[in-house]
């Protein structure tokens, strides 16, 4: 049994401009002390589909219209999202890393109150044990001087500073799984690489799965096992970093990776952008949602539905109809 499955999660909104389908029914699992990627570029879903699965969505103008996120037997969104069972899992079971710590972390409550409160709820810890352990994982995740800086306020660390401070929040009660949403977009190159491979030594010491929501290839190329690659609202292709990477089969993520410069080319060759950009989710096509951006369109393309995922080998699936060979 998987650690986590989510089946046919569909959230909308609801805007001037009519119903969007943020996630229009996307089906992915997560097993223990794996590392998955979820990746597309911004717009695609990939935020919303797991604020959904942790009741975070703002209601309104959002919605959980349908599916189910199964953690360990049961089915979280049949839980009141601000009832006591979905607050024992958000922190405590299930804890999100997000994009722009400045924003995420209190202004106004020093670090130390901000990670020991989580370890108080959750894990019934006094004052004392709470601030030991704390400090303790400020000295994992690389802060210097961790019992001096631990009285410290977010805006008295830099932003790399602060982005380990989160990590450290996300893993202080050991929780099963850690969603990291796009958990280097304000750091520069330098600091990104050393707060992966700190998260990423951290969640294998803990043996923490962890869901890596990221429009950077590179990153997912590295560290995960599984890729989900998503568009519109929709998982398009999914399978391990050896099948997405070695053999992708849609036309979306090939040219997600033609986009990206490699140290294998010549420096003469150029990149290839993908033409045009996201569809407006308030008016989809009845067709594939690609079609207008595709090289590879056929003339039943334009006929035929958006298609459903197909297998391809092993745990390779996309939802194109075109052989690509």
């Not at 050991?174 to 280097?184: L, M, S």
């Not at 393309?301 to 194109?320: A, D, M, N």
């Amino acid at each position: 049994m998987h650690l986590l499955e989510v089946k046919n999660l569909r959230t909308r909104f609801k805007t001037d401009e009519g119903i969007v389908n943020a996630v229009d029914g996307i089906s992915y699992f997560v097993d223990e002390g794996e590392i998955i990627g979820l990746v597309g570029e911004s717009g695609c879903g990939k935020s919303v589909s797991q604020l959904s699965v942790l009741q975070l969505i703002p209601t309104p103008p959002g919605e959980i219209a349908g599916g189910q996120a199964v953690f360990e037997g049961q089915d979280l969104l049949q839980f009141a999202s601000k009832g006591p069972e979905m607050r024992e899992v958000r922190g405590g079971k299930i804890s999100i890393i997000f994009q722009e710590p400045m924003t995420s972390l209190n202004p106004v409550l020093t670090v130390s109150r901000q990670l020991t409160e989580s370890m108080e709820l959750h894990l019934k810890l006094d004052r004392k044990s709470s601030r030991s352990k704390a400090i303790d994982l400020l000295r994992m995740v690389g802060i210097p001087d961790a019992e001096k800086r631990f009285g410290n306020f977010p805006h008295q660390f830099s932003g790399g500073m602060r982005q380990r401070i989160m990590i450290a929040i996300a893993l202080s009660c050991q929780p099963k799984i850690v969603v990291a949403d796009e958990p280097t977009t304000a750091l520069d190159v330098t600091t990104q690489a050393k707060v992966l491979e700190v998260m990423n030594d951290l969640v294998r010491r803990f043996q923490t799965s962890l869901v890596l929501v990221t429009h950077n290839l590179g990153v997912v190329a590295r560290y995960a096992h599984r890729i989900y690659v998503m568009y519109a609202g929709r998982i398009v292709e999914s399978g391990t970093s050896k099948d997405i990477f070695g053999n992708a089969k849609h036309p979306y993520t090939i040219g997600l990776l033609r986009s990206v410069p490699r140290l294998d080319e010549t420096r003469k060759d150029r990149l290839v952008p993908i033409p045009g950009s996201l569809p407006d989710l308030a008016n989809m096509p009845g067709t594939c949602a690609f079609l207008p951006r595709c090289a590879y369109a056929k003339e039943d393309c334009r006929r035929e539905p958006w298609g459903e995922l197909r297998w391809i080998e092993g745990q390779h699936y996309t939802s194109c109809r075109v052989d690509m060979g």
